[in-house]
């Protein structure tokens, strides 16, 4: 659908930033459902000639749970979960793409989420070193 979404408004301007840590955590809703979760290198191959700005985050779900959209449970380091993000980095690379990477952990908390826990800011701030550390580590290992 995103792809179409591009296809339609058809401007060398309009680009896409990509997280590849959403797609396993959200529905494919093609068919009927119950809805199977989407793939998240099959929607960066749908989309990838679009794509200006790569957001990292890695998921897998773990569970389902109806009173919180993303469960923290369900984060894991870049291209540990189910986002196929060590992949996707070496064919953006191997194909050119020199955009930014930011990061995005949500593994001690997800701040967009009711529960989160802004009380744990020394956990916070080196769970994001450490994911920028691992990010970096796996974006030198797909240049080689």
């Known amino acids: 659908m995103c792809g179409e979404m591009v296809e339609k408004i058809d401007s ?9 840590g959403n797609p396993p955590l959200t529905d494919l809703r093609i068919g009927e459902g119950p809805y199977e979760k989407q793939k998240s290198w099959d929607f960066y191959t749908a989309v990838k000639d679009h794509i200006s700005y790569v957001h990292i985050k890695d998921s897998r779900l773990k569970e389902e749970k109806p009173d919180c959209l993303f469960p923290p449970s369900s984060f894991y380091f870049p291209g540990e979960g189910g ?3 060590e992949a ?6 191997a194909n050119g793409y020199d955009g930014p990477f ?11 989420e009711e529960d989160n826990n ?3 800011a020394d956990a916070l701030k080196a769970n994001y070193v450490e994911y ?13």
């Open 83 to 85: 986002g196929d993000v």
């Open 12 to 20: 060398p301007n309009f680009k896409l930033l990509f997280d590849p």
């Open 102 to 112: 930011s990061i995005e952990p949500h593994m001690d908390v997800v701040f967009h």
């Open 132 to 144: 920028g550390k691992r990010l970096m580590a796996l974006v030198e290992r797909c240049r080689a």
């Open 118 to 120: 802004h009380t744990k």
């Open 88 to 93: 996707i980095v070496k064919d953006l690379l």
